[in-house]
């Protein structure tokens, strides 16, 4: 009889009947961390045997924009060019209020001391970026330019604690969507590196020892299972959970408001895997959501309010944070109000579905349109005109240079409706590990020989009200890294 592995149940190390493959370090997942953690291992002189269950590299990565957040030391040459000084601690307090209630200010100070040179790092890979930047508030460059506003640096409660500075690193690749030219250089390195990549294979279990060491993988190779023995360790770079819908219903519902998860293979089974021999998963109910709303920047002058004509958020953050504040509104219908002088049509509009709900010479007649209780949305913009007039906004702290009194006619409502409008999600929970990768259990001690980076563990980005594009990306290639360094140093198992 044939025995049946699961990613839910280890393998007891007395049941692999031999060894099919041997190796230094396993990497699971061919993404960005995986390829970074790959090269680590490999150039410290571990031999790598690196399995993708897809038919190339890349994974999620490689749908991204390609942003890298990075920044301290004084800045990148790209910010100081641009006449910005980024001190390391300034990095290091945003990241801390980014990461959210659960912030692991270990993970944020080994980042903050050493985004700069990690930055240098991916450029001798032969990663490129161009020296420019682009003042104007954006979701992700059309062009080949470099350096954005990619968070919410310069919004209220982030610039009550950290000098503003944009991070936000996007490769030299012309037009959106720069992650797949970010993910070619670095599959170029790994194949140069003299990496084992073993493609369309699917792990199924771990294999560990009755003490809880991690000793391999069990893997579906050409149609058979392999056992695959890691003398240093296991590095599971297998992405998070939001293709999973079970994983999502179980653990984060809210994001199922959102109806387009942003993934590939990312269907838990590296979290899985890593619970299977102890690790323990954190934060597996937080996840990023967005609607691009902007460009034009002029429409960040608006307000959103929700279905009974309340404000809810500084509309001058990350389009992230907005978004996650819309998610938790009661109902799906959301409006973003504009007045003659700041309204033009969004430049994601139609990908994002957004539309004009309503339109009027007088704001009365706005609320009319769109049903709203008489007077609730009256008095809002009232309250919001009255204060953008002095400059101020005492509710939601926007800042001065975004606020504008809405009074020139004709207005207009845009129609940001949680179930009309493109709402994307993608997940923040993941195993919980050390800075150098290290999968932790429920008493926080190292699992021996398992390793985890990327989506499938839970490193900087943690709390969707405080994302910002490229953290992503920063921290899977980053902690990759010191999850191969710290795989490759380990003493082999004999």
Not at 142 to 164: H, M, N, R
Request: hydrophobic share 40%; proline share 5%.
């Amino acid at each position: 009889m044939t025995a049946s592995y699961s990613r839910n149940q280890a393998c007891r190390l007395s049941h692999v009947p031999g060894w099919d493959l041997e190796t230094d370090v396993v990497v699971v997942g061919f993404g960005a961390a995986g390829a970074c953690a790959s090269l680590e291992a490999v150039q410290a002189g571990a031999k790598v045997t690196l399995f993708e269950v897809t038919a190339g590299s890349g994974g999620t990565s490689a749908m991204s924009g390609g942003e890298m957040y990075v920044g301290g030391s004084g800045g990148t040459p790209i910010q100081r060019s641009a006449g910005f000084h980024d001190d390391t601690e300034d990095l290091y307090q945003y990241l801390l209020m980014a990461g959210g209630p659960n912030a692991d200010a270990d993970k944020v100070r080994a980042y903050a001391d050493n985004s700069l040179g990690h930055f240098e790092w991916l450029q001798a890979q032969g990663v490129k970026y161009k020296n420019s930047f682009i003042p104007q508030r954006i979701v992700e460059p059309s062009t080949d330019d470099c350096l954005i506003w990619s968070g919410s640096e310069e919004a209220w409660p982030f610039v009550e604690q950290a000098k503003p500075c944009p991070r936000g690193h996007t490769p030299q690749w012309l037009g959106m969507g720069g992650g797949k030219y970010l993910m070619d250089v670095l599959a170029q390195r790994v194949d140069a590196a003299g990496v084992d990549v073993r493609y369309n294979a699917r792990v199924l279990a771990l294999i560990a020892d009755d003490d809880g060491r991690v000793h391999g993988v069990v893997v579906k190779l050409d149609g058979r299972d392999c056992f695959v023995r890691a003398r240093r360790g296991v590095i599971l770079c297998a992405g998070g959970f939001v293709m999973n819908r079970d994983m999502v219903r179980r653990h984060a519902p809210h994001l199922l408001r959102s109806q387009h998860p942003i993934g590939t293979v990312d269907d838990g089974s590296g979290i899985l895997l890593g619970q299977s021999v102890g690790g323990a998963a954190i934060n597996m109910n937080e996840g990023f959501v967005t609607l691009p709303w902007y460009p034009p920047e002029s429409l960040i002058k608006g307000i959103f309010v929700n279905e009974r004509g309340q404000r809810f958020i500084n509309e001058d953050c990350y389009h992230g944070r907005v978004s996650q504040h819309i998610i938790q509104q009661a109902g799906n219908r959301i409006f973003l109000l504009q007045d003659h002088e700041t309204y033009a049509e969004p430049e994601f509009g139609k990908f994002s579905n957004i539309t004009i709900a309503a339109a009027g010479e007088t704001w009365a007649e706005v609320e009319k349109d769109l049903d709203l209780p008489q007077g609730s949305l009256l008095a809002t913009v009232e309250l919001y005109n009255r204060y953008a007039q002095e400059g101020t906004d005492p509710l939601f702290h926007k800042g001065a240079k975004w606020l504008k009194p809405l009074t020139t006619p004709p207005f207009v409502a845009l129609d940001c409706r949680i179930d009309i409008c493109f709402y994307s999600h993608f997940t923040l929970g993941g195993l919980d590990t050390l800075p150098t990768g290290e999968v932790l259990n429920a008493d926080r001690q190292p699992v021996p020989g398992l390793y985890a980076a990327g989506r499938t563990a839970c490193g900087l980005p943690r709390w969707g009200a405080g994302y910002s594009s490229g953290m992503s990306l920063a921290d899977a290639t980053y902690f990759g890294r010191q999850a191969g360094l710290r795989a490759a140093s380990t003493a082999p198992v004999v």
